[in-house]
């Protein structure tokens, strides 16, 4: 989580994380945490009877209400304290250049901020929060996976070795040269979407699907885990075989690429679609290039293997397990750090 959220504040508020507590992850984490029991979109009441917003929170049956104020609150903070940060560095003369200070320094130039303020924060505020837990979900997946699966490991480490060696990290560079690492990562995102439903939709007009007649304004909730265990596309489903996404042509791996649907659709589609993707190539590469991911042991030494389990919520990702991880070689320490040094 630290990682991803640390990686995200860069990009969107040029805020490099330093510190174990720091204080914008603490803030994203339990702004995660909070909106994740808050319950999906479409599983509380008041998304179908929107009157109820105005229900008092001093009556019974007003969980829902006062779950939400304490979320948003909470929300409000983790979206506010950064962006105030770039304008006060912008005012300073110290902001690092980002995707918050290069749309504020364009609404000066073009004498619309005072319209524009409140938008440039919830663009911002949106792409941290969306891109701190859905890519935190697919690497806890990854690692999941990796437990339960060692023979995928040992391939996926194999082919690296092959191609990167021992003497550097893979890059993305390496990429296009890594065929069973790409599906590897492909069935990542069909095996468990970290948003089992997706972003909501509404209907802008009046449409029929299948019989059924969509009045206008209808919210539309995609089942995008449905999706994802559609027999007919990917067979054996509940399987875990990266093996399905390899020895295709493009249009083949095209037409049915669970990228195209994990990301969202439409106008809604995600936006930081392209980073995600670079980020977890990176990571799950250099993860298994450095270390070794395999099963916990308990008292008796004996080998645990965690069961699938993942959350319900908005978001989706494993429930705590048990695993182990420790470096390859003695190696492993100075090609990381002589890496950071090069960047």
Not at 161 to 176: E, K, S, T
Request: aromatic share 10%.
């Amino acid at each position: 989580m630290r990682f991803n959220a640390s990686t995200i504040l860069e990009i969107t508020y040029g805020h490099e994380v330093t510190q174990q507590d720091d204080e914008f992850v603490r803030l994203a984490t339990q702004a995660t945490v909070e909106t994740a029991m808050a319950g999906s979109a479409g599983s509380v009441i008041v998304d179908f009877f929107p009157f109820l917003i105005h229900y008092p929170s001093w009556l019974p049956g007003s969980g829902f209400k006062t779950s939400a104020l304490k979320t948003r609150a909470l929300v409000r903070r983790t979206i506010e304290k950064p962006y105030q940060q770039v304008k006060e560095r912008l005012a300073q003369g110290v902001a690092k250049p980002c995707i918050t200070s290069q749309l504020v320094e364009e609404s000066y130039r073009n004498g619309t901020f005072q319209e524009e303020d409140k938008i440039i924060e919830g663009v911002a505020g949106s792409l941290y929060g969306a891109g701190t837990e859905t890519t935190n979900a697919i690497l806890m997946t990854f690692i999941l996976a990796m437990v339960r699966h060692p023979e995928a490991f040992r391939k996926a480490q194999d082919e690296i070795d092959a191609v990167v060696g021992h003497d550097r990290l893979p890059d993305l560079n390496d990429r296009d040269s890594l065929p069973y690492l790409n599906a590897l990562i492909t069935e990542l995102y069909r095996y468990h979407p970290p948003l089992p439903l997706g972003i909501p939709h509404t209907v802008n007009k009046v449409d029929i699907y299948n019989g059924f007649t969509l009045p206008e304004g209808s919210m539309v909730m995609a089942n995008i885990w449905s999706m994802s265990r559609n027999e007919d596309v990917y067979p054996e489903p509940e399987v875990f075989r990266p093996e399905r996404f390899l020895d295709l042509t493009k249009t083949e791996l095209d037409n049915i690429d669970p990228k195209d649907f994990t990301f969202g659709f439409g106008r809604r589609v995600c936006p930081g679609r392209w980073i995600a993707e670079d980020v977890v190539f990176l990571l799950t590469s250099r993860l298994i290039s450095t270390m070794n991911i395999g099963k916990s042991k308990d008292v008796d030494g004996r080998e645990i293997t965690p069961v699938y389990g993942f959350t319900s919520g908005f978001s989706s990702h494993p429930k705590k397990f048990p695993y182990s991880i420790t470096p390859r070689s003695a190696q492993v320490t100075h090609v990381v750090s002589r890496t950071m040094l090069e960047t």
